[in-house]
């Protein structure tokens, strides 16, 4: 057996960069945490060849005293705890004390430092796993970092590097994440001396704008919820913005980068019933909270954590994402005005507007059907909007523009090719996809009938019958109490056929028998416990599409305008259940660039 002796301190160095620096990208990370924790406000980065030639962070932070400077390379050195107590609250996004003695086992690592009380910088170097004396060197206050050469010494992991263009847009992914969870810090970066990204000091949804792109900070919701200590806030892409991949998911706990499986399942189920089609939803988050509520040691890159009350966590997160998805009528527009919560009381155009007669014919069936809107005395619709405004929307823009009352998807023009719905706002042209439009108001009055177990169902003035197979007939016999909490009432007329006498009072209209054959196989394959949990939604979703409205179903321009009305109170009414926008603006402005007006 061989002989038990210790480890030369190279190889534990190297050991511990096995788990520390797995690439550049994981070196050029622990230092520019290092700059943070050193209250830098301006941090430059340049890299040489994907960062494997060279990483160079400069900043304008504390500094480092030339007697700490040899020790700062040392391992298990730190300033930023003492006792076991500070490892329980950590609010730092460095603590370990070795990742630049890791960093420095694998490459060949100067630093220099200025304390701004010191006349001149001091730098120190690291060569073959031995930290030489300091000297002087030319630097303002600060510290720069230069690793050159990664993995010089070790050529089985060097070897292991990818291309010059892979390793480099690891590095910068590490910045971009950087750069988000510290808006009021300048940044710079430079690879192969080309700059490649500057970002000013600015507030998040201006620095989320200037890592992801308009696109994004276009398409998002603006969250800020708080309870006791814990506050979330940031910005998560509307359904529309949805991803193949995760490459857009951003979360930050006290300002450190993490990937968790209970946030990413939290964050999962508040987009279930918006999102569906494997696609990944899209958000830059902060979560800010006790450091004694997250343990941050748990593996050497510090990206997993671990918290104290993981249950309470994940409905924080959940109900504040869902409460940010869920505001009616989000669509295309300014992230500013997507940051206000929805008034408790809706605004008059609301209850006005939702009864779409003033002086013209009354609603008519479908309209009463649809939206099961109840009429209201004349004289209260009169006041405010003249008998045509509803057939003449740019008479009712016009009443309601000296108190600021326009209803945010405006009021109906006509349809197109009976698909989609043409109407006018504030700003220029609002263009609603009828269907998903309607499948979304029908599904959010499902959810809540059933949440409430209060789904008002509908009589047949004639049953429905039609032929079943032996798997129908076993399945209505078998799970009558689940179609009833459903708003069903169907039963086995014989052996080979079935009869509906009664259906959700929203659904009335649908193709019965395909309704009904399309609910009785997400029974069959799901079975009843988790249709009536995990797969509630996916049934509910399939019963909306079947009542929503159809293409080439002509509208008149009073249930045009009952449509956009109902958007504008329903949840989620900016996309339908599938994750596709149901309405998009085009402002008066856009249009004159189309058409060239004033050039």
Not at 232 to 257: C, E, K, M, W
Not at 298 to 308: A, G, L, S
Not at 539 to 560: D, F, G, Q, Y
Request: contains cysteine.
């Amino acid at each position: 057996m061989a002989e038990i002796k210790p480890l030369p301190e190279l190889l534990i160095n190297q050991i511990a960069a096995g788990e520390v620096v797995e690439r550049p990208a994981s070196a050029l990370k622990e230092v520019l945490e290092n700059s943070i924790d050193a209250g830098a406000d301006n941090i430059k980065v340049q890299l040489v060849q994907g960062g494997s030639k060279l990483i160079r962070v400069t900043d304008n932070g504390a500094g480092i005293a030339s007697d700490d400077l040899s020790l700062a390379l040392a391992r298990h050195t730190t300033s930023k705890i003492n006792t076991l107590e500070d490892l329980q609250k950590i609010a730092s996004l460095g603590f370990r004390g070795e990742a630049l003695a890791s960093i420095a086992s694998v490459s060949r690592l100067s630093m220099a430092s200025r304390k701004a009380t010191e006349k001149h910088a001091w730098q120190v170097r690291v060569e073959d796993g031995h930290i030489l004396p300091p000297e002087p060197a030319a630097l303002t206050a600060g510290t720069a970092v230069e690793v050159h050469d990664l993995y010089f010494n070790v050529p089985a992991r060097r070897k292991f590097l990818k291309t010059e263009a892979t390793e480099f847009g690891h590095c910068e992914e590490v910045f971009k994440r950087i750069a988000l969870s510290r808006s009021d810090i300048e940044f710079s970066l430079q690879h192969n001396a080309k700059v490649r990204s500057h970002l000013r000091a600015a507030d998040m949804t201006q620095r989320i704008s200037s890592v992801l792109g308009d696109e994004f900070s276009q398409a998002a919701a603006f969250v800020d919820e708080q309870a006791a200590d814990i506050r979330l806030h940031g910005l998560v892409a509307l359904p529309a913005y949805s991803r193949s991949t995760r490459d857009a998911q951003y979360f930050f706990i006290n300002g450190r980068f993490v990937r968790d499986k209970l946030i990413t399942h939290a964050l999962r189920e508040a987009y279930r019933d918006v999102l569906h089609h494997e696609r990944y939803p899209a958000f830059v988050l902060f979560l800010e909270m006790n450091p004694e509520g997250v343990d941050v040691n748990v593996h050497p890159t510090k990206i997993e954590v671990r918290f104290r009350d993981s249950r309470a966590l994940h409905q924080f997160i959940f109900h504040a994402i869902s409460k940010g998805l869920a505001a009616p009528c989000q669509g295309s527009g300014d992230i500013e005005k997507r940051k206000v919560a929805p008034p408790s009381a809706a605004p008059s155009y609301l209850h006005q507007q939702s009864i779409p007669f003033g002086g013209v014919a009354q609603p008519s069936t479908l309209y009463q059907t649809l939206f099961e809107t109840h009429t209201a005395p004349q004289e209260n619709l009169t006041k405010e909007f003249p008998a045509d405004s509803l057939d003449n929307p740019a008479s009712a823009l016009e009443t309601v523009e000296d108190e600021k009352e326009i209803p945010p998807l405006g009021f109906a023009l006509g349809q197109l090719h009976g698909i989609y719905i043409l109407a006018q706002n504030e700003k220029g042209l609002v263009i609603v996809d009828m269907h998903a439009a309607h499948e979304r108001i029908v599904y959010e009055k499902l959810k809540s009938g059933l949440e409430n177990q209060a789904v008002s169902t509908q009589q047949l003035l004639i049953p429905v019958t039609f032929q079943a197979d032996s798997l129908e007939v076993v399945t209505v016999e078998e799970n009558s109490g689940t179609l009833y909490n459903f708003g069903f009432d169907i039963a086995v007329l014989s052996p080979t056929a079935l009869i509906v006498r009664a259906v959700p009072a929203i659904l009335q209209h649908s193709d019965m028998v395909k309704l009904v054959r399309d609910v009785l196989r997400e029974i069959r394959e799901f079975g009843a416990s988790q249709i009536l949990t995990e797969r509630r939604n996916e049934v509910l979703s399939t019963m909306a599409c079947h009542s929503a409205l159809r293409a080439s179903h002509l509208l008149t321009i009073p249930e045009m305008n009952a449509l956009l009305r109902e958007m504008e109170l329903t949840e989620r009414s900016g996309h339908c259940n599938h994750g596709r926008p149901t309405w998009f603006e085009i402002s008066v402005a856009d249009l004159d660039k189309k058409f060239m007006r004033g050039k």
